[in-house]
């Protein structure tokens, strides 16, 4: 069935009635575009790419053997920083202070007769 599709980029199913049932051949039939990418030399000839690699990296050294890891000192003081301006935000009444700031004042500042 994979030597059915041509390499790279299909757009229609393939014309032959002996597909094998396959998830390319569905999604290929509700016109969803599939890469097959079966025959990866022939592709990179085609565009003008290597086919391997220039560079030789070192066994264990990769970007896949190495894990990023968090400044877990940097994620606490920024936890107690928020924690810190929801605190004084709250019991002081800087909230509302900061936010009364923000209302447009009355002119007139009676208040109005309810009818």
Known sequence: GKK???PGLNSE???SKTVPDSV???FAK???PVIHISRVKLLAERYGLPY???VAVPI?????FVGSEYNRWLAFGGLVAIMA????????DIGMR????????DTDASPEHMV
Do not use: I, N, T
């Not at 264990?60 to 896949?64: E, Y």
């Not at 301006?85 to 002081?92: E, G, I």
């Open 13 to 15: 199913p393939p014309r």
């Open 52 to 54: 391997e690699p220039r």
């Open 4 to 6: 059915q599709f041509k």
């Open 60 to 64: 264990g050294q990769g970007s896949v």
């Open 85 to 92: 301006v929801m605190f004084a935000f709250l019991r002081w």
């Open 24 to 26: 390319m051949l569905r």
């Open 30 to 32: 509700r016109d969803v």
């Open 98 to 105: 900061v936010l009364r700031g923000m209302r447009p004042r």
